[in-house]
């Protein structure tokens, strides 16, 4: 199970940080990934890390932006995202990857367990 929290109503150039605390499954040795889905628009990765924390990746938008980090101890994926604009108006959805030892992967088929969503909306 996947419980996603810490999203909510900021003004654009805000800052939020998104918890996903997993239990039933060990990320210890699994890719991790935000997802996201705004108004009107396909679903898409905006971060992802590797099993072992060394390599990221970031959907070009939020560059510079968001960083994605993981507690192995703790079981836990966060999403630190800064300087929010509009845009980045979407339900978050933390994902766990399907395989041992992944790498950092944006492709939701890589993905087998997904949490419920938490909504980040962000006013102007």
């Known amino acids: 199970q996947l419980q996603a929290s810490g999203g909510g109503l900021v003004q654009a150039g805000g800052s939020l940080r998104l918890s996903c605390a997993v239990s039933?499954?060990?990320?210890?040795?699994?890719?991790v990934a935000w997802f996201r889905q705004g108004p009107g628009k396909d679903r898409e990765c905006a971060a992802t890390?590797?099993?072992?924390?060394?390599?990221?990746q970031y959907t070009d938008s939020v560059k510079g932006r968001f960083t994605i980090s993981r507690d192995n101890g703790r079981n836990t994926v966060f999403l630190q995202m800064n300087s929010l604009k509009p845009e980045d108006t979407a339900v978050y959805y933390c994902?766990?990857?399907?395989?041992?030892?992944?790498?950092?992967?944006?492709?939701?088929?890589?993905?087998?367990?997904w949490g419920q969503g938490t909504q980040v909306t962000v006013s102007s």
């Open positions: 890390i590797s099993w072992s924390g060394r390599y990221t």
């Open positions: 994902a766990i990857g399907a395989v041992r030892w992944g790498e950092s992967d944006t492709r939701e088929a890589q993905y087998d367990r």
């Open positions: 039933g499954r060990n990320i210890g040795y699994r890719a």
